[in-house]
């Protein structure tokens, strides 16, 4: 009989980007994984037409190739600035042929229930049982399921008659063909939606609760995540990366009011950085016009909160998703204020087998992020696993979850925000704990 030890498990929930980058980080550091995917190929939200995925048919990336992609995996030199989905999908199914993931992959296979074998203990082994009924224990859990994925609807009083739809349900731009349409809602996807719909419909509107800046996707012919980012290299001060943004903003955009858009609020960085070029153009120009809240629905007509009225064919709802992990119970995530409260946003206060994996909304791109996170998680858990005493720090550090993660910056207080972090500092945080690990 052989001594080898057998190797511990860890069981990852999804095969998106950030299940990936768990297998990958767990199997080089010597566990035993196993990835359980709904779908039938990886890719989650990225698989444009899956049931999961919430991309549209003309999504492109907010953040340029440097800010989106995997430390160790680059993009390919032919791959535009801003990747279409379709080449995000390409690049993950390259990721994981790389690192050998796809025979780590259980597709079609759902999980329906997660539970701590040990309710209390650390080091609980994790019962998880599959939509299939078949039911097996894990040294390890990794949930990877995603936060962008379950909408989330304002309520409003009265009834609306015409046609209502979520971002999440939204694919092409022929549907507001000679329509009436408003899209509700401020983020990266109403804005774009909100572009596509004045270029087929008869009149497009845009409501949202508060005014935002709208950066353009390149300042000077460089991305503007670039440039932002060559600001943080220099170590210069919130204050005047605040000054250089609204100097930037004055020069290639304008003031908001000029081009009809109400003035925001807030000062740059308080709001998730919204990134297009074209609203404020097609504002301009008389073919998107900016709305204040709704009110209330009247059947085909919405009354909003500075007492304007319109008739309307279409709503589309670009607010967002709740989140929402329905596979375990929210006492065993340490969910308060409506999400788990997790140090960093992947280590549980109290679970030591226990990660979340891309729990964040950072102001750049998610890939590289995720990937120190489970390079993080991958490195404590095997210090752990061998009883070596770094394990000990981030045991202690993590028992108490609440840390700024906004580098000084205070957000907006939005359910949008719940999750945002300041990708520079982040990032910091998670590669030193990667270096703690190799000591």
Aim: contains cysteine; charged residues 20%.
């Amino acid at each position: 009989m052989s001594n080898t030890p057998m190797k511990q498990t860890v069981a990852v929930i999804g095969a998106g980007s950030s299940g990936l980058a768990a297998a990958r980080h767990f199997l080089s550091h010597g566990f035993k994984v196993h990835v359980f995917e709904r779908e039938d190929d990886l890719g989650g939200n990225w698989n444009y037409g899956k049931p999961c995925s919430r991309v549209y048919r003309s999504t492109h990336t907010i953040s340029s190739k440097p800010g989106t992609e995997y430390p160790d995996f680059p993009m390919p030199r032919d791959f535009p600035d801003y990747p279409h989905h379709s080449q995000i999908l390409a690049y993950l199914q390259a990721y994981a042929e790389q690192f050998n993931l796809l025979e780590h992959i259980h597709f079609t296979t759902g999980v329906a229930r997660v539970e701590p074998v040990t309710e209390g203990d650390a080091r609980t082994r994790w019962s998880v049982t599959l939509e299939n009924g078949r039911t097996a224990s894990f040294d390890w859990l990794i949930i990877a399921n995603g936060h962008n994925w379950c909408p989330k609807f304002p309520e409003y009083p009265g009834e609306f008659s015409g046609h209502i739809l979520h971002s999440a349900e939204y694919r092409t731009p022929d549907i507001f063909t000679d329509r009436r349409v408003l899209i509700v809602g401020g983020g990266n996807s109403g804005c774009d939606i909100a572009v596509e719909a004045a270029q087929f419909c008869d009149r497009a509107w845009h409501s949202t609760r508060r005014a935002y800046w709208y950066m353009p996707k390149y300042i000077l012919g460089r991305p503007a995540d670039q440039v932002g980012d060559q600001l943080l290299a220099f170590g210069l001060p919130l204050w005047f990366r605040r000054l250089a943004a609204t100097v930037i903003h004055r020069l290639l955009v304008g003031r908001p009011e000029q081009t009809g858009l109400p003035h925001p609020d807030h000062r740059f960085f308080e709001t998730h950085p919204v990134i297009n070029s074209l609203l404020p153009y097609y504002v301009g120009q008389g073919d998107i016009t900016p709305k204040p809240d709704i009110l209330r629905f009247e059947g085909s007509t919405v009354h909003f909160v500075d007492q304007s009225s319109i008739e309307l064919d279409i709503i589309v709802f670009a607010t967002g998703y709740l989140i929402r992990f329905p596979f375990i119970d929210t006492r065993h995530l340490n969910f308060q204020e409506g999400r788990p409260q997790l140090y960093l946003n992947v280590f549980h206060p109290d679970y030591d087998s226990l990660f979340v994996a891309g729990l964040i909304q950072p102001d750049s791109g998610q890939f590289g992020l995720v990937h120190w996170q489970m390079l993080a998680a991958a490195r404590f858990a095997a210090a752990v696993r061998d009883g070596h005493h770094s394990a000990e720090a981030l045991r202690q550090q993590k028992s108490d979850p609440h840390h700024d993660l906004g580098s000084g910056i205070r957000y907006k207080a939005s359910t949008r925000h719940y999750l945002e972090v300041e990708h520079w500092r982040y990032r910091r945080l998670l590669k030193n704990w990667v270096r703690r690990f190799s000591q």
